[in-house]
């Protein structure tokens, strides 16, 4: 066999929630035809604890092997104090070190298979820079890796630990070209090689509403949020936001439907609609019909679902303060950001009162998505990334 | 401009050819820039023992900042390093290999970590001590690595694999390092600049008593430079012995501190250290100067030979002194076996040979012409 060897690096794998998990194992199945692809991960499907839930060993997952190396430790109960300590404006190096082990998933045999066998693949692929596999990982096989950050402002990002990872690798797929101003301005690496790939949205030919309103028994008019409910995903402020404007506004009688996991109490007001973990055909179904999307996370580096609800032709309704979501909506001119309850409450009224804006919006999306971000273009940018890696690694 | 330059040891009794070398850069970058140094207290690089004050001084223009190194270097640093160069060992150990080697010095990494941002370009000196490959990856961004790398075993130790992709530009000494880094570490991308060295003119010296006295007994071949294994002498020795027994005249003079036994013959003499301006006297009377090492990252004694004409013989096995010697057309190189023949023909084009090898030091060793390489360097950190 011809073709050149890929090592995809990843904190975990398979049927595991989390958006950089996800497009990793994406990325993954796209890659396949073109490369002899092998994926080295952990055991743990809980970036929680990293409890080890999985047997450590070879594993295939749609058809591809993957190595899952054990974790050793789980997270550190008192994880928190580790943060605090490193985030400190007067932490030390030793701070540093003790939390990238502390945030886990501390798993030394994967490092000890990337320093003896990671140059046996012409390219290894690393996804998400923070977790343990990635920081200390990356920089045993620089000359032949790529990194797919999936970066976002947060208190990490600031640690001299990672300026190895963004000045290291041979070529930074970034999500978003807000996610690349962001880190160009944080680290100055412009000069390591970089496109903007992101990832394909596959969009179901069958969409029903109708299906989705009669399973769920959701009446009249809705917004949805689709993905992990949680304090870090904003969902506090959606809820406070939702229930001033309903209290404000009794007239439109439209109801917050939430499809993923709660990581927080959700509460019991009138309206909110909490429908947990649902199939595929059942989301798309479910943004089919609704009247506009809401994405309240501050911290993202492409929100996948934020694309699908624009391929199923609906708006989104994001906030001002986070520059990826409020950037790309502006592009797209599919949707509209909202700083503050006010603002929120107004767009609502808008877009009930205005069907015919949300659709136009919606349209708007749709379009920018099948320009954008489609697997064709997605593939040919990763082949040229690597095809750059191997000339540089053979000349 | 605000630079700084780390180095693993750093002050006028300093003794090491890079630790001169960045010493020398620091001096020439103060002219038109504001310069610091971080450094260790440490003079020497087998205890790495306390010998300066920790804290600030002030060389000349340069501000001198010496953090302390804790722990001397383990007394089983060699067993450890033939394990982790020469024997089957884990990741574990590789990782161990900088703290081991020494010096270490938290406090000039908590220093890059905190201070770091407040210099336009930090160039850090040798690649393989620990103020380097574990300063720099703190201030990737600013940063320039005069690397001073041979072919030896360590250069392939994991701390070293990212190290030689994060900087922003490469301090390279000679072409040859260059090509040795490209081969090695495939980062051809990051943009460089061939320093070599600055001289200054050699100071006033009388060849005279040299000539008087070695001339009636045929060609004068000089050795300076510390008189050692290490340094490949003991082949030198060899080779000038056959080269003897085989019919050859003259006499080997060794000057530099003796670390092994020399022979006792009236054909070789070894005068121990010598000052300056003995040094140029004995350069330019000798017929040949010869310099056996197989492993120089730049030979400035050659460039010092040069400066008053004398040509040179060097190993064949050292591609960078060979490539100095080619460049310069100054001298021959030799194989082992090839040294009595080398000489020959060094003897016979001694003054053609001499008059190109000084043309080649006063184009490319002349203060401005180094100091604009130097320039070259930082803008390509800095910008």
Redesign the interface.
């Known amino acids: 066999m011809n073709e050149p060897s890929l090592l995809v690096v990843v904190q975990r794998y398979g049927d595991v929630p989390g958006g950089a998990e996800g497009h990793a194992r994406s990325v993954v199945q796209r890659l396949g035809p073109h490369f002899a692809i092998e994926v080295a991960t952990t055991n743990s499907t809980d970036y929680l604890t990293w409890k080890a839930d999985l047997t450590a060993g070879l594993d295939r997952v749609d058809g591809v092997t993957v190595r899952r190396f054990p974790v050793e430790r789980p997270r550190a109960w008192n994880f928190k104090l580790y943060e605090r300590r490193a985030f400190r404006s007067a932490h030390?190096?030793d701070d540093e070190r003790a939390f990238i082990d502390a945030q886990g998933p501390y798993a030394?045999e994967l490092?000890?298979f990337l320093?003896?066998r990671g140059r046996d693949y012409d390219h290894v692929l690393f996804f998400t820079y923070i977790y343990y596999p990635t920081v200390l990982g990356?920089?045993?096989?620089?000359?032949r890796a790529v990194l797919v950050p999936t970066a976002h402002e947060e208190s990490a990002i600031g640690l001299?630990a990672y300026?190895?990872v963004f000045?290291?690798?041979?070529a930074i797929a970034y999500n978003t070209d807000e996610e690349r101003q962001m880190v160009w301005r944080r680290?100055?690496?412009e000069?390591v090689?970089n496109e903007i790939v992101g990832v394909g949205i596959d969009v179901p030919s069958g969409r029903d509403a109708s299906r989705f309103r009669e399973r769920y028994g959701i009446t009249g008019p809705y917004l949805l949020y689709v993905g992990r409910i949680g304090v870090g995903k904003g969902s506090r402020e959606l809820f406070a936001s939702y229930e001033r404007w309903r209290a404000s506004d009794p007239a439109h009688d439209v109801s917050l439907v939430l499809i993923g996991d709660a990581e927080m109490a959700v509460p019991k007001a009138s309206g909110i609609v909490h429908l947990g973990r649902l199939s595929e055909q059942d989301k798309w179904d479910a943004l089919a019909g609704c009247a506009a999307f809401v994405m309240p996370s501050l911290l993202e580096s492409l929100s996948l679902v934020t694309l699908e609800a624009w391929a199923a032709g609906r708006p989104v309704i994001v906030d001002a303060r986070s520059p990826v979501l409020a950037g790309m909506t502006r592009r797209a001119g599919a949707g509209l950001a909202y700083r503050g309850p006010a603002e929120f409450a107004e767009i609502c009224e808008l877009l009930m009162d205005e069907p015919a804006v949300g659709d136009r919006l919606g349209r708007s999306g749709a379009e920018f998505v099948a320009r954008t971000y489609t697997w064709p273009r997605v593939v040919d940018a990763y082949l040229d990334l690597f095809a750059e890696v191997r000339t540089?690694?053979a000349? | 401009m605000r630079i700084l330059v780390v180095v693993q040891r750093y002050g006028a009794e300093v003794v090491g050819g890079s630790e001169s070398h960045a010493r020398v850069m620091a001096h020439r970058l103060a002219m038109v820039n504001e310069v610091e140094v971080a450094t260790t207290n440490a003079l020497d690089y087998w205890s790495w023992a306390p010998y300066f004050a920790a804290g600030e001084s002030m060389d000349g223009p340069v501000r001198v900042r010496r953090f302390a190194v804790t722990g001397l270097r383990s007394t089983t640093f060699k067993e450890s390093e033939r394990h982790i160069l020469f024997e089957p060992h884990t990741l574990a150990d590789e990782q161990g290999w900088l703290a081991m080697q020494g010096p270490h010095t938290p406090d000039l990494l908590e220093f890059l970590r905190r201070e770091g941002k407040s210099y336009d370009a930090i160039l850090f000196y040798t690649y393989i001590y620990e103020p380097t490959a574990a300063g720099l990856p703190l201030v990737p961004e600013r940063a320039g690595l005069v690397s001073t790398a041979h072919d030896e075993e360590p250069l392939r130790l994991v701390p070293y694999r990212a190290l030689f992709q994060l900087p922003r530009a490469f301090g390279f000494l000679t072409p040859e390092e260059r090509d040795l880094v490209h081969a090695r570490f495939r980062n051809e991308h990051i943009p460089s600049e061939v320093l070599g060295i600055g001289l200054d003119a050699p100071p006033w010296h009388d060849p005279e008593p040299f000539r008087d006295h070695y001339a009636p007994r045929g060609p004068l071949v000089v050795y300076l430079g510390q008189v050692s294994e290490g340094k490949a002498v003991d082949e030198l020795l060899a080779d000038w012995i056959a080269y003897r027994e085989s019919g050859g005249a003259g006499s080997l003079v060794l000057a530099g501190t003796a670390r092994m036994p020399i022979p006792e013959r009236d054909d070789i003499v070894a005068l121990g250290r010598v000052s300056d301006e003995e040094k140029y006297a004995l350069l330019e009377a000798a017929d040949a100067l010869v310099l056996p090492s197989h492993l120089e990252s730049l030979g400035i004694v050659l460039l010092e030979a040069w400066q008053v004409g004398t040509p040179c013989l060097v190993s064949a096995k050292n591609k960078v002194t060979s490539g100095q010697v080619i460049r310069a057309s100054g001298g021959a190189a030799y194989d082992r076996g090839g040294f009595a023949a080398a000489l020959a023909e060094v003897l016979a084009r001694r003054d053609e040979l001499g008059a190109s090898g000084r043309a080649y030091v006063e184009r490319e060793c002349t203060w401005p012409a180094f100091d604009g390489r130097l320039e070259q360097l930082v803008d390509l950190v800095a910008n």
């Open positions: 030390t190096l030394p490092l000890d320093f003896k990356l920089p045993l096989v620089p000359e001299a300026k190895p000045h290291g690798p041979r680290f100055r690496n000069r090689s540089r690694l000349a």
